[in-house]
T-cell receptor, first 113, second 114 residues
Framework: KQEVTQIPAALSVPEGENLVLNCSFT??????LQWFRQDPGKGLTSLLL?????REQTSGRLNASLDKSSGRSTLYIAASQPGDSATYLC????????????FGKGTKLSVKP | EAGVTQSPTHLIKTRGQQATLRCSPI?????VYWYQQALGLGLQFLLW???????NRGNFPPRFSGRQFPNYSSELNVNALELEDSALYLC?????????????FGPGTRLTVT
């Protein structure tokens, strides 16, 4: 069964700290992995997309890596700010699928001023 | 460029009624996906439409259905509403060229069934 898992479910850090969010997936035959941000009651904002042939992607203070052999992806947030507080979701598209995303349950991040 | 739009923002229905949710994809996108985000269950894939056809559906009963119009907008219908259908329903669109393309999400419709 293709599954995506995110640990921890919640994380609280002081402002300015660098942090890493973890995502693991059960099948190495993924096409890509996408990281999203979701604010309470809102839709999803795409942060980074990593193709299966790539190892990492960067956007501003965000860096996402992908290791297919270990079935893991990480999202690194540098110099965290209170505005980064949100739920972060990772989602995978698997080979043989019809392109629908399989989501983890997310990590709820709280950055304290 | 306008993003994915959804309407209505909120919808309150009574158990047993029908709900209709609408989605307009980004201009040029022909694939539309529907997802359900129920409390405690995470985001789950519902339906995928491409070029006017239903291409795939998730593990949901047949009372969840929909369609895609010639302009690629889409409608999700939920019949015989049950309390557990209360959720945030998200629509996403994607360029049809390759399933590895990025999906872009709308703001969602919050459905409450009482």
């Amino acid at each position: 069964k293709q599954e995506v898992t995110q640990i921890p479910a919640a994380l609280s850090v002081p402002e300015g700290e660098n942090l890493v969010l973890n995502c693991s997936f059960t099948d190495s035959a993924i096409y890509n992995l996408q990281w999203f941000r979701q604010d309470p009651g809102k839709g999803l904002t795409s942060l980074l997309l990593i193709q299966s042939s790539q190892r990492e992607q960067t956007s501003g203070r965000l860096n996402a890596s992908l290791d297919k052999s270990s079935g893991r992806s990480t999202l690194y947030i540098a110099a965290s700010q209170p505005g980064d507080s949100a739920t972060y979701l990772c989602a995978a598209i698997y080979g043989g699928s019809q392109g629908n995303l399989i989501f983890g349950k997310g990590t709820k991040l709280s950055v304290k001023p | 460029e306008a993003g994915v739009t959804q309407s209505p923002t909120h919808l309150i229905k009574t158990r047993g009624q029908q709900a209709t949710l609408r989605c307009s994809p980004i201009s040029g996108h022909t694939s539309v996906y529907w997802y359900q985000q129920a409390l405690g269950l995470g985001l789950q894939f519902l339906l995928w439409y491409d070029e006017g056809e239903e291409r795939n559906r998730g593990n949901f009963p047949p009372r969840f259905s929909g369609r895609q119009f010639p302009n690629y907008s889409s409608e999700l219908n939920v019949n015989a509403l049950e309390l557990e259908d209360s959720a945030l329903y998200l629509c996403a669109s994607r360029l049809v060229a390759g399933i590895a393309r990025e999906q872009y999400f709308g703001p969602g419709t919050r459905l409450t069934v009482t």
